[in-house]
């Protein structure tokens, strides 16, 4: 079915999407007290990520058939997470601590508990929901949601095979998936501007983020050097030369144990973007022991942020608002699960002092995966970001176990 939206060509897509990136960059950094107010309440990456949203709700692009996504996902995000990845201090991201992966692992588990209390509240409203047991009852959809919001694509669909779900309810549960974890992160995105506020009112340890945070600052400080031609060509050629030999080997393993070891799909094995992303997070991170790191001496981060809006922009035109009010009831139990999921984390993290960057990587690596988490953590600081993208990594490991867990649990309560 041909797009009705007005601009179908990707080219001009693109065009539209880097000039609004240049515009929020370009109006960010300005000196005009109107710009400076603004931004004093909006933060300039929520921006780049709703702006966007707005062309595919009002129908300018339809960011459901542009391959936009796909091309900045399996191709740019790659290589900014090499980018991002190299000079990394791996010594200070361990030495985080364990309250990283501890907000990951709540982060799970209240989405584990989330799904079934969401459909027995909303049941309360429409009884319906519940006492059903069809291949398209709400609960076995909802178990797609589940995969998809612990792990990721991969899971999602072997939650659709183990639990036969029907195509109708798995469509919605789609729609539902992509809107309420594109609101929860542009929460996230806002939350992240005020971090410094939150953590203080929190009383959170904040010290080994700041470490970190200014190691890389001091480093910047002490090499950092106008990049020269030489030295933008090299980055480059990293970050889309480690790129391809990824896809190389992601296009060998995925199929290979698809083929030989059809159980290896519980792992997301069978995936190849899970492979992609497994590849490149390692050469990045076995570069960031050799003479390579220097390369960010001469804005290897930069660059890696660049691709990183681009990708921001894209997750962003996949977001049409006005789909809320197609299937408001199934957006309501999205809601309450995603609701019953922050608050858990945030009960968790006042607990135990945790610093906003755990909560908000940790429910972002569970929720939008390693396509996500690391923008996330990057709005904090762009050294940050590798922490995202290895609990992403873990989620897809921990995915199709949880999920299914959230089945069992949906399935007592809805039959």
């Known amino acids: 079915m041909a797009s009705t939206a007005l601009v179908t060509n990707d080219a001009v897509a693109l065009g539209i999407l880097v000039t609004i990136l240049g515009f929020v960059f370009y109006t960010s950094s300005s000196s005009h007290p109107f710009w400076q107010k603004f931004y004093r309440f909006i933060p300039a990456l929520l921006l780049c990520y709703f702006l966007p949203s707005l062309l595919n709700t009002f129908g300018v692009i339809d960011g459901g058939t542009s391959q936009l996504y796909y091309v900045a996902s399996r191709y740019l995000l790659p290589a900014c997470l090499v980018l991002l990845i190299l000079s990394v201090d791996l010594k200070a991201i361990l030495g985080l601590g364990p309250k990283a992966v501890i907000m ?19 049941s309360f409203i429409e009884p319906s929901l519940i006492g059903v047991d069809s291949p398209d009852a709400v609960w076995r959809g909802m178990t797609t949601l589940a995969g998809s919001w612990i792990g990721g694509g991969a899971n999602q669909a072997a939650m659709k095979e183990i639990y036969e779900v029907g195509g109708n309810i798995f469509s919605v549960m789609v729609t539902v998936d992509v809107i309420v974890a594109n609101i929860w992160m542009a929460v996230l995105l806002f939350m992240a501007s005020k971090a410094k506020e939150i953590d203080a009112k929190t009383g959170a340890d904040t010290s080994a983020i700041e470490t970190l945070k200014n190691k890389v600052e001091q480093y910047h400080a002490e090499n950092a050097r106008i990049p020269s031609l030489r030295d933008l060509m090299l980055i ?15 296009d060998f393993l995925g199929p290979y144990f698809e083929a030989n070891y059809p159980w290896t799909e519980d792992y997301s094995l069978t995936s190849k973007f899970f492979w992609l992303v497994v590849i490149v997070t390692t050469i990045g991170l076995a570069m960031s022991f050799s003479p390579m790191r220097h390369l960010e001496a001469a804005g290897a981060s930069k660059v890696a942020s660049a691709f990183l809006y681009i990708l921001v922009a894209t997750i962003g035109l996949h977001m049409d608002v006005s789909k809320v009010l197609d299937t408001p009831l199934y957006f309501l139990v999205g809601i309450i699960w995603m609701i019953v999921h922050a608050g858990f984390m945030l009960l968790i993290a006042k607990l135990i002092k945790a610093p906003l960057f755990y909560m908000a990587v940790g429910s972002q690596a569970n929720v939008g995966g390693a396509a996500s988490a690391p923008v996330v953590a990057a709005a904090f600081h762009p050294a940050l970001a590798p922490v995202g993208v290895l609990l992403a990594v873990f989620g897809y490991a921990l995915g199709t176990y949880m999920a299914w867990l959230c089945g069992q649990l949906l399935q007592a309560v809805a039959v």
């Open 104 to 122: 990951f692992l709540t982060g799970t588990v209240g989405i584990v508990i989330g799904g079934p209390i969401a459909l027995l509240v909303v």
């Open 236 to 250: 480059v050629a990293v970050g889309f030369g480690i790129t391809g030999v990824a896809h190389i080997a992601a």
